[in-house]
Structure formats: structure tokens, C-alpha cells
């Protein structure tokens, strides 16, 4: 099976595919010639997920799936959210959302956070929607080397270190991208062994 993933970011692309069944072939918006910036401009995850799959499927004609993660941190009332790729500006870099989330939360006692998830699968003419969480909490100082985004201050509950500290496979078990393509996985099996 060949399924597009609507992401041009390399990480995440990596990730998906240290996580999906060798069976299961991922191209990326590079491998089909796309080299659109689809702009997320819904005010949720499954938003913004819908139109890059729906983007994909209509203008290239793949089977597709695409994924929205945020960070939802309590003492932010759930910020920064469908934001969390933009939090300190239109084109921050991932040290830069880091450094703002630090400040943010200096002197916070309530850091607990959530990891979210959701990704809208386009297949043979149906769209199908996954979800994973991954709760825990923000670190107060950056600490590993691995991963992107928010992974050095991310420390998952029953962890005492943080995603950055991991390696993809033990993230990958635990995360809220990991959970998700499990779900997206599950399905796809079931599709494949109804055939």
C-alpha cells in the first residue's frame, strides 16, 4: 500500500515511518512534487489535518494522510494549541517556541501538559479521523538532544526524562503521534487482512 503523507517536515516524516509497517510505503509531498506550503488556517487539529489530507487527495489524486499536533498546557488554559509550530511568530524556529514556553511558565507551579495528535486519513473516496494523547508535563530547562519541536522540555508521566532523551522507537511506543498511527495502523490492517 502507498499512502502520502501531507508533511514537508523531515522529522516527522521519519518518525511515521520507523512507526508504520514495512508493508505500508510513505511518500512524502517531496516524493509526489508538491511543493505548496499548505497553510493551516483552521482553529482546530482535526481542522487543519482535514484540509492537508483533502488538499493532497484533491489536487494530486492520493490516497493520503496528514496530522495536526499540539501542545495543550493546563496553566495556558490549553495554549499554545493548534498554535504550537507559531507560538513565538509566524516563522519561529523550534528554540524559539522553546524559549517562550520558559518564559511563560517561570515560576509555574502547575506544569502539567498534554501532547495531542489527529490525524485525517483520505482512503479510496472516505475520509477517516485518529487521535493520540500523550499527558506529562513541561520541564524547566531544556534536556536531551534527540527529537524536534518540544521534545526537550516534554517529560511524558511515568518518565524522568524528557522525548528529547529518548530514541524514535522508545518515543514512538508512548507518543502522541506514536498512539495516533497505532490507531491509523490498526485500521489499515483490518482494511487489508477484510480484503
Do not use: W
Amino acid at each position: 500500500m502507498k499512502l502520502v503523507f501531507a508533511t514537508n517536515n523531515k522529522n516527522k516524516v521519519l518518525e511515521i515511518k520507523t512507526l508504520l509497517p514495512k508493508s505500508i510505503e510513505i511518500l512524502s509531498l517531496a516524493d509526489i512534487g508538491c511543493t505548496e506550503d499548505i497553510e493551516e488556517t483552521e482553529v482546530t487539529l482535526q481542522g487543519n489535518a482535514k484540509l492537508k489530507a483533502d488538499y493532497i487527495t484533491k489536487n494530486y489524486g492520493y490516497d493520503c494522510f496528514a496530522d495536526d499536533t499540539g501542545l495543550e498546557v493546563k496553566a495556558l488554559n490549553g495554549a499554545p494549541g493548534v498554535y504550537s509550530a507559531r507560538y513565538a511568530g509566524l516563522n519561529a524556529s523550534y528554540k524559539d517556541n522553546v524559549y517562550k514556553m520558559l518564559r511563560e511558565m517561570k515560576g509555574l507551579l502547575n506544569r502539567k501538559a498534554q501532547f495531542r495528535t489527529v490525524i485525517a486519513l483520505n482512503l479510496n473516496g472516505s475520509q477517516f479521523i485518529f487521535e493520540g494523547r500523550c499527558k506529562g508535563e513541561i520541564a524547566k530547562e531544556e534536556q536531551g538532544k534527540n527529537g524536534f519541536g518540544y521534545d526537550p522540555i516534554f517529560k511524558p508521566v511515568g518518565f524522568d526524562k524528557t522525548f528529547a532523551e529518548m530514541n524514535l522507537e522508545d518515543k514512538g511506543k508512548i507518543s502522541h503521534r506514536g498512539l495516533a498511527v497505532k490507531e491509523l495502523v490498526k485500521f489499515l490492517n483490518a482494511i487489508k487482512s477484510k480484503k
